[in-house]
């Protein structure tokens, strides 16, 4: 089963040229080197992931201008920016704003309820992603805290800053 | 009153110690197979994590209930037996059964540790229920979700063992432990392998107009409108049309979460002793949010205060609550 690629270029997402393009050339480094440590930091993760170590996701920040291709097999780990002319043909698909898509790696907001209010949107392998989600779950502590140290003091100011507008935002409806 | 213990949903390690520090007074888990009902990808415990889970909780005088409450296929028992087994070495404090060989070998190779009723049993009578009391020494009964207060309040004059009643999560109504439906689609039956609309036959479509369907084996079983909520991709919640209902219609149940904390007082008060939170599948912060708040709110009644009763509805399926059956057989 794939994902429908053309659902994830559908109109009305921002990220289709050339500023996407050079979007994913600045922030490549930063996901080497964040999914390398966090792999280091949780092998265990691995073992819940099953047969979809291989899997190919998009997960998809619909207001940032590009998606992000994750495959995490931990003999070759894979975690780019793409932009949205341009990606993979993938697994399973997950969509949704940025912080819910970074709050749901840290458990800090319930996927099933995302779900249930339209404010995260699945497609492609359900058996995949349920994986990484369980997977992800198990992990304890905050992995975009542990992100956000990786840059010190500012890295956890912004972190608190985002989380905290986030917090104030209306929820619902959001990958429309 | 009762004890009101709080028995909450332990999905993976990571989700028990939460449970844990919430404030449960006990856990209920299982292993990553078919012995019990929520054999999800990427869920449940190793027997290595169980013992370091199992240590974990009793440090913090939390009880660890084992699930093993799904049917063995005639003839394929090795797989409970050998769960059962692991499960007393690694000091479980009960067994969650509903299969009556699995009770029986429990009993028999087990005798000191604790045999719970599962819902799956669909034990909802004084007649059933002492009859596993009898036969298998069953400590406490889980009852299904169909009963009344009065009635629940009735059945305790009449049963030898302790009653557990769910709160809060999934509101299950079928026959439990009997529902074919996910089996008539897929193959995989709910009672034996444990799935309940599996994640590998699971599609979610989006549509150009926003809306959303969901298929179970290439069958769409529903379909959302842009700006409506949605629900879990399981049969008896599916919208279907029929000869005398040409708009589709919730047929069998319809997206919804029980919500039982405005009915704690009087469940206490008819003799219920345990609290079950649903939710072995759902994320940590579910967990944390539900049994803080089931929490909060138990220890108000314990201390003779007014129970304060956090907003939940945000975590509940389809984004909408019931009190079911526990307030009026009228409802649906």
Request: neutral net charge; glycine residues 8%; aromatic residues 8%.
């Amino acid at each position: 089963m794939t994902s429908d690629t053309v659902l994830s270029r559908r109109p009305g997402l921002p990220g289709q040229g050339a500023v996407a393009q050079l979007a994913c050339t600045l922030v490549q480094p930063l996901l080497s080197r964040v999914v390398r440590r966090i792999a280091a930091a949780h092998p265990s993760l691995f073992a819940r992931l099953g047969p979809h170590q291989t899997t190919d996701f998009l997960i998809d920040p619909v207001e940032l201008p590009f998606a992000l291709h994750l495959r995490p097999d931990p003999l070759a780990l894979v975690f780019r920016a793409v932009p949205r002319h341009a990606v993979p043909q993938v697994g399973a698909t997950i969509r949704g704003r940025f912080m819910l898509l970074l709050e749901l790696v840290d458990s800090e907001e319930d996927g099933d309820a995302a779900f249930f209010s339209r404010d995260l949107e699945v497609t492609g392998d359900t058996e995949a992603v349920v994986r990484l989600r369980n997977a992800l779950d198990d992990v304890d502590g905050s992995i975009a805290e542990e992100t956000a140290s990786m840059f010190g003091a500012p890295g956890r100011t912004i972190l608190a800053r985002m989380r905290r507008a986030y917090a104030n935002e209306p929820k619902g409806h959001a990958t429309r | 009153m009762s004890l009101a213990e709080l028995i909450c949903p332990a999905g993976t390690p990571a989700a028990l110690r939460t449970a844990v520090d919430a404030g449960a007074d006990a856990v209920y888990c299982g292993f990553q197979d078919a012995t019990n009902a929520r054999n999800f990808p990427g869920l449940n415990f190793t027997p290595e994590e169980l013992e370091a889970s199992v240590a974990h909780a009793h440090a913090k005088a939390t009880k660890v209930l084992l699930a093993l409450n799904t049917y063995p296929p005639a003839g394929k028992v090795d797989l409970w037996r050998q769960a059962a087994d692991t499960g007393a070495r690694l000091g479980v404090d009960a067994f969650i059964v509903a299969d009556m060989g699995v009770a029986d070998y429990i009993a028999r190779t087990h005798p000191d540790k604790r045999l719970h009723l599962s819902v799956q049993a669909a034990a909802s009578s004084p007649e059933a229920i002492r009859y596993y009391c009898e036969n298998f020494g069953v400590r406490r009964v889980v009852l299904p979700r169909i009963l009344t207060i009065p009635e629940i309040r009735q059945i305790r004059k009449e049963i030898p063992c302790e009653i557990e009643t769910f709160i809060f999560g999934n509101h299950g109504l079928m026959v439990e432990g009997r529902c074919s439906l996910t089996n008539y689609l897929t193959g995989q039956s709910t009672n034996m392998d444990g799935v309940c609309s599996p994640a590998s036959d699971v599609e979610y479509l989006r549509h150009e107009d926003g809306s959303m369907s969901s298929q179970l084996a290439g069958f769409t079983i529903d379909r959302f409108s842009p700006d409506e909520k949605a629900g879990y991709p399981t049969i008896c919640k599916g919208r279907y049309t029929a000869p005398h209902r040409s708009e589709g219609y919730y047929a069998f149940e319809e997206p919804i979460s029980l919500n039982l904390s405005r009915l704690l007082p009087e469940l206490i008060d008819a003799g219920v002793h345990a609290f079950k939170i649903e939710g072995r599948q759902r994320s940590k912060s579910y967990v944390r949010g539900v049994v803080s708040a089931f929490r909060q709110a138990v220890d108000d009644i314990r201390a003779g205060r007014e129970a304060r009763i956090a907003d939940l509805v945000a975590l509940t399926e389809g984004q909408k609550q019931t009190q079911g059956a526990f307030e009026t057989r009228k409802w649906r």
